[in-house]
């Protein structure tokens, strides 16, 4: 899992997740805000997360194989360290976004054994949810990238 033609695959890999990450998280965002975008993008907001979280674990194991291939160098520490962050924003964000997908289908909601009330704050919760991983995933990305190009560039 080190290389993909031969060129580093991190570098190829950490891109997609650079752009995914603002992506879902800010997709998150405007349906949690925004209920008839909600309605209108279904089932693509937690698809995206989806996506976004599988490619994280790539990208970081991409970018384990590269750190010890040049012998774990000191100025990479960092980088590696914040990398293996970002997965603890993305999962909760994919998580959140299905679970507010979930509840917005009345086959759902319907089998739940809760009052009208207790639904309305259930949603509310899950859409702070939602608010604080996308936020959460979006500064853990810009502190990983960040040390990446400064490992890089410095």
Do not use: K, N
Not at 101 to 118: E, I
Not at 123 to 146: F, P
């Amino acid at each position: 899992m080190e290389t993909f033609a031969g060129l580093p695959l991190h570098p190829l890999v950490v891109h997609f997740v650079v752009v995914a990450v603002p992506v879902a998280a800010l997709v998150g965002i405007v349906v949690t805000l925004w209920p008839r975008a909600r309605a209108h993008l279904g089932w693509f907001p937690p698809l995206l997360g989806l996506i976004t979280l599988i490619s994280v674990p790539i990208a970081t194991t991409a970018g384990e194989a590269l750190f010890e291939s040049m012998g774990s160098p000191p100025f990479a520490q960092r980088h590696t360290e914040l990398g293996d962050q970002v997965i603890l924003a993305v999962g909760p964000l994919f998580g959140v976004l299905a679970l507010q997908w979930l509840l917005d289908r009345p086959a759902v909601y319907d089998r739940l054994p809760l009052s009208d009330h207790a639904l309305t704050w259930i949603r509310r919760a899950v859409a702070a949810a939602v608010i604080a991983a996308a936020v959460a995933s979006i500064w853990l990305v810009i502190l990983a990238g960040d040390s990446g190009a400064r490992a890089v560039w410095t």
